[in-house]
């Protein structure tokens, strides 16, 4: 009787609760649906009505935003630089936070909390204050315009939240596990490698799409150290450098703009499950 009255009681509940999640998504799903409209759509449908307006007959659909955005727009190289910045700029960063996540948490030296502490007030630093020193670096050593700067650039920015999220996570790892691997005569490089990193693949995967979907869709950074050389710019250059002085070619920025969203939430998607068990790792424990 006790559990039929809890069940009930649950249904309710459960209920109110999943059409609050179906109106979120319907929220959130909105402004993707008008963008995805509004890129077939030509400029005097999107500047005299609303998206919403498209699907009244008689319809006024076409590919021409997409075949000027592709064609004209520089937008397939500046496909491939997001490609060629993005990648090296998610692993370069992960791949250190990780080692130093793995020595804040199980290795012992001097000044560690200190150290840590400075890793931590790095955390409330302004990109912007960093802006003009950095750049001063980059054009003494001729990494303005280049990805290997973007690179550096990102990794220095990703580092600070990479190692406390990581070793929030490692630390939590059993000590029990690592104390029989000591013990048997493991040494620490053998101890990161075959059991610190692969327990940690799910808080690394969700490390790894936030840095990702960060540096995928980042202008600011991009336009200090990149500026606006063709042959390096990622797409969110080439979409801000759509729109002339003029405001001429505004009704592009829509297709320019879904064609960035496909890519990221294709790895969104691809890498959810992960993200999931990135999300709830740790908060329960056995």
Not at 74 to 92: C, E, W
Not at 111 to 128: A, D, R, S, T
Request: proline share 6%.
């Amino acid at each position: 009787m006790a559990r039929n009255r809890v069940s009930a009681r649950l249904g309710p509940a459960r209920i109110l609760l999943h059409l609050a999640l179906l109106v979120a998504c319907l929220v959130w799903l909105l402004p993707t649906l008008g963008l995805l409209v509004s890129s077939f759509r030509p400029r005097s449908q999107i500047a005299l009505s609303g998206w919403w307006t498209a699907f009244q007959t008689p319809f006024s659909f076409t590919l021409k935003n997409y075949q000027n955005v592709l064609t004209r727009a520089n937008m397939g190289r500046s496909f491939l630089n997001s490609l060629i910045i993005a990648f090296p700029a998610t692993v370069i960063p992960i791949s250190i936070a990780s080692f130093a996540a793995y020595a804040f948490a199980w290795m012992r030296f001097k000044g560690k909390e200190i150290i840590f502490g400075i890793v931590i007030g790095l955390l409330v630093v302004p990109i912007q204050m960093t802006v003009i020193p950095v750049l001063r670096l980059f054009n003494v050593v001729g990494l303005t315009g280049t990805f290997a700067g973007i690179w550096l650039a990102h990794t220095a920015y990703g580092l600070p939240f990479a190692i406390y999220l990581l070793r929030n996570f490692i630390q939590e790892l059993p000590s029990s596990m690592l104390e029989s691997a000591f013990m048997d005569g493991a040494s620490h490089p053998t101890v990161f490698l075959r059991l610190v990193l692969p327990t940690s693949i799910p808080a690394i995967a969700s490390l790894a799409i936030y840095q990702f979907m960060w540096v995928w869709n980042d202008l600011f950074v991009a336009l200090i150290y990149l500026g606006g050389t063709p042959d390096v710019s990622p797409m969110t250059l080439t979409m801000a450098n759509m729109v002339n002085s003029y405001g001429g070619g505004w009704e592009y920025l829509t297709a320019a703009a879904f064609i960035s969203m496909v890519f990221p939430l294709l790895v969104f998607f691809t890498m959810q499950k992960y993200y999931v068990r990135g999300i709830l790792a740790g908060s329960v424990k056995e």
